[in-house]
T-cell receptor, first 113, second 112 residues
Framework: SQQGEEDPQALSIQEGENATMNCSYK?????LQWYRQNSGRGLVHLIL?????REKHSGRLRVTLDTSKKSSSLLITASRAADTASYFC?????????????FGKGITLSVRP | NAGVTQTPKFQVLKTGQSMTLQCAQD?????MYWYRQDPGMGLRLIYY???????DKGEVPNGYNVSRLNKREFSLRLESAAPSQTSVYFC???????????FGSGTRLTVV
């Protein structure tokens, strides 16, 4: 079963605009991660935020985590056509020595030149 | 190039045939994972291996078996392929539970 649910399912913006994607989840987590997938390719890790962190930055990416609301958001600033891809939220859980990542269904981002 | 290597990239099987998907990583990672990706479903965990010598079922293990051959290699076997197993299969590995996953480029499998 999917842990994370992304919103919206699809997003279309103009180059230079900011893109905001949201993720909600249901159970407690150790960390939350965002991945990008270009068409026909594997997933690429973008950023990880631990459950005790509230905000993290990496280049043009900003991710927030609100554990009380069980939600996260990914902001891509000054978007480029090359940002066109699918974006996945994934929640990390740790049971003993076993770490597992559960993915949402993804958001399709289109950036128009 | 360092990373996760999956073979083959494409495969067509007839119903009932068997095959093994290969995965190897050269980053000395402890944990390895097999996911399948279907349209509109995101990625679902099939099996994983927290460390060499251990394997555990994920969300959708039925119809699959795995082998953690050594620290580098983690294979996924379909004993009797079914059309429902048509999917894109991804292998991934991590160094520790607080690190991001490194994914292979995937195997696109079609069962007819």
């Amino acid at each position: 079963s999917q842990q994370g649910e992304e919103d919206p399912q699809a997003l279309s913006i103009q180059e230079g605009e900011n893109a905001t994607m949201n993720c909600s989840y249901k159970t407690s987590i150790n960390n939350l991660q965002w991945y990008r997938q270009n068409s026909g390719r594997g997933l690429v890790h973008l950023i990880l935020i631990r459950s005790n962190e509230r905000e993290k930055h990496s280049g043009r990416l900003r991710v927030t985590l609100d554990t009380s609301k069980k939600s996260s958001s990914l902001l891509i600033t000054a978007s480029r056509a090359a940002d066109t891809a699918s974006y996945f939220c994934a929640t990390g859980s740790l049971t003993g020595a076993n770490s597992k990542l559960t993915f949402g269904k993804g958001i399709t981002l289109s950036v128009r030149p | 190039n360092a990373g996760v290597t999956q073979t083959p990239k494409f495969q067509v099987l007839k119903t009932g045939q068997s095959m093994t998907l290969q995965c190897a990583q050269d980053m000395n990672h402890n944990s390895m994972y097999w996911y399948r990706q279907d349209p509109g479903m995101g990625l679902r965990l099939i099996y994983y291996s927290a460390s060499e010598g251990t394997t555990d079922k994920g969300e959708v293990p039925n119809g699959y078996n795995v082998s953690r051959l050594n620290k580098r290699e983690f294979s996924l076997r379909l004993e009797s392929a079914a059309p429902s197993q048509t999917s894109v299969y991804f292998c991934a590995s991590i160094a520790s539970w607080q690190s991001g996953y490194t994914f292979g480029s995937g195997t696109r499998l079609t069962v007819v």
